[in-house]
């Protein structure tokens, strides 16, 4: 999942975000810090800071449809497939940023 938020990351689509996000599926996360339009992936056995917010994906394959655009984010939020800890917006400008380069 790392590689596909490494290649997918346009900064000038982050916006002011300011965060430390986990994308959390089933059986797996992983942990991205966006912070003045730079990505910081943290490797799984890396001591990384505590998440701002936390996206909850069905699983990994759902996951990756809706960072691949595969998916929309939207209905699928809308139709309660994913969710978060909270940050409405920050959600969605997430996404934004990760939807490509």
């Known amino acids: 999942m790392l590689d596909i938020l490494r290649s997918r990351f346009a900064a000038s689509r982050a916006g002011d975000l300011d965060a430390t996000i986990e994308f959390n ?4 996360a992983c942990r991205v810090g966006v912070h ?8 799984a056995d890396e001591q990384t ?3 701002d917010l936390v996206i909850f994906f069905r ?5 990756k449809s809706i960072m ?12 309660g497939d994913f969710r978060s800890s909270g940050h409405l917006m920050w959600v969605f400008q997430t ?6 380069s």
């Open 25 to 28: 599926w089933h059986d797996g």
């Open 36 to 43: 003045d339009s730079k990505a910081i992936y943290y490797a």
């Open 49 to 51: 800071p505590e998440p």
């Open 59 to 63: 699983d990994e394959t759902q996951a």
């Open 68 to 79: 691949l655009g595969q998916a929309d984010p939207v209905a699928a939020f809308m139709a």
């Open 95 to 100: 996404l934004a940023a990760f939807s490509g």
